[in-house]
């Protein structure tokens, strides 16, 4: 069974940074795109950034220049280096991607339960 587990979200002081990874676990084919969501209390979930197979990425506007996405394809591991980070970043980071369970390679969208970010003084 395919899994996703996001880590590295704690509690920051603005300025600050963080790290969080998600790892991608259990019998599957291949991993497309994967992707960084965050939901804040009261909002909708929104891209953070996304980064393919071959490595282009796109971030959202909220967060150019300032957060860093990374993936190894052989570990099947993505990074958000977060960094410059404000309390409007508090929220819960999701970590998706879309995964090929199968060897039909018919690629299906899986979630992982999420980390809490919280930037607060």
């Known amino acids: 069974q395919v899994q996703l587990v996001e880590s590295g979200g704690g509690l920051v002081q603005p300025g600050g940074s963080l790290r969080l990874s998600c790892a991608a676990s259990?019998?599957?084919?291949?991993?497309?795109?994967m992707s960084w969501y965050r939901q804040a209390p009261g909002k909708k979930r929104e891209l953070v950034a996304l980064?393919?197979?071959?490595?282009?990425?796109e971030y959202g506007d909220h967060v150019k220049g300032r957060f860093t996405i990374t993936r190894d394809n052989a570990e099947n591991t993505m990074w958000l280096q977060m960094n410059s980070l404000t309390p409007e970043d508090t929220a819960v980071y999701f970590c998706?991607?879309?995964?090929?369970?199968?060897?039909?390679?018919?690629?299906?969208?899986?979630w992982g339960p999420g980390t809490q970010v919280t930037v607060w003084s």
């Open positions: 980064i393919r197979s071959d490595f282009f990425t």
């Open positions: 998706t991607a879309r995964i090929a369970p199968n060897s039909d390679f018919t690629f299906k969208d899986y």
């Open positions: 259990g019998s599957f084919f291949g991993i497309e795109t």
